[in-house]
Nanobody
């Protein structure tokens, strides 16, 4: 499975941004999908995950209520809608797929896309 993340860019605090993760080359609906992020000098951290058919989601506490993960299996794409953004949301955002239903642990993810940079400024 190949993953292509897009949609990053600059945004002001309180603003919104939608990231997309497009998959090719595999049975997309057989995978759970997660978003992770990594800021300079920090470890990669879990952001959100969605189950194979979108029926279940999971979020990091730091983004709960502000970010929404969703997927469109007909388009082989997962979205991360981000709103009420904060400067601490600035990071490179990565999408990844897992054969488990939902997972916070990055070690459970099998394929990763390249990052898309999000920069939040005040």
């Amino acid at each position: 499975v190949q993953l292509q993340a897009s949609g990053g860019g600059p945004v002001q605090t309180g603003g919104s941004l939608r990231l997309s993760c497009a998959a090719t080359g595999g049975s997309f609906s057989s995978y759970g999908v997660g978003w992770f992020r990594q800021a300079p000098g920090k470890e990669r951290e879990f952001v959100a995950a969605v189950s194979q058919y979108g029926g279940s989601t999971m979020y990091a506490e730091s983004v709960k209520g502000r970010f929404t993960i969703s997927r469109d299996n007909a388009k082989n794409t997962v979205y991360l809608q981000m709103s009420g953004m904060k400067t601490e949301d600035s990071a490179a955002y990565y999408c990844a797929v897992t054969r488990t239903r939902l997972a916070r642990n990055s070690a459970l993810y099998d394929y990763w896309g390249q990052g898309t940079q999000v920069t939040v400024s005040s």
